[in-house]
């Protein structure tokens, strides 16, 4: 048997090793690479009432968060809110509490608000800053057969 890594030969029995998320059938010096697999002969087996149950295998977390955006005139809007409730810098640093040169570096547009910051600075001010980004495909294939891709418009897309 020849070593799925490097081609050589394997003298006795090979090594199961998970390189990168991928099971491999490695020799002894491309073992190092990645970490052993578990086989089902080697793993634990829990007994109850004379019957063997193997673990089960974790779900991967499939639901995709959506992604949270800072609109573009932060920082407008929240020097606007802000005068608004008649709230000074320092007294709007101190109910969200943060610095002060934080909340003058938002409201010059120096400083994009993380997440965390402007949540905070939405609830205050009652104002929204966040919005959710939308995956819009405006793609349209220059060439080729309806909905057919060209090496182009992959180039393109990966630009983007």
């Known amino acids: 048997m020849e070593?799925?890594?490097?081609?050589?030969?394997?003298?006795?029995?090979?090594?199961t090793t998970v390189?990168?998320?991928?099971?491999?059938?490695?020799?002894?010096?491309?073992?190092?690479?990645?970490?052993?697999?578990?086989?089902?002969?080697?793993?634990?087996?829990r007994e109850s009432a004379?019957?063997?149950?193997?673990p089960r295998k974790r779900r991967?977390?499939?639901?995709r968060l959506p992604e949270i955006e800072v609109v573009e005139d932060y920082s407008s809007i929240i020097r606007r809110a802000r005068e608004?409730?008649?709230?000074?810098?320092e007294e709007l640093g101190k109910r969200i509490n943060e610095k002060v040169s934080v909340i003058a570096r938002l409201e010059a547009g120096k400083m994009t608000p993380s997440v965390?910051?402007?949540?905070?600075?939405?609830?205050?001010l009652d104002i929204k800053l966040l919005e959710e980004v939308s995956e819009e495909e405006d793609f349209s294939p220059a060439s080729g057969a309806a909905g057919e891709?060209?090496?182009?418009?992959?180039?393109?897309?990966?630009?983007?």
């Open 60 to 63: 991967p977390y499939s639901r």
């Open 50 to 54: 004379g019957r063997v149950s193997l």
């Open 116 to 124: 965390e910051i402007a949540r905070k600075l939405e609830r205050v």
């Open 84 to 89: 608004a409730k008649k709230l000074t810098q």
């Open 19 to 45: 390189i990168e998320g991928t099971e491999m059938k490695t020799c002894g010096r491309c073992a190092r690479f990645g970490r052993e697999a578990k086989t089902w002969s080697r793993l634990p087996k």
């Open 149 to 160: 891709l060209t090496i182009g418009d992959i180039i393109k897309i990966k630009k983007r």
């Open 3 to 15: 070593c799925e890594v490097c081609g050589r030969k394997i003298w006795g029995k090979p090594h």
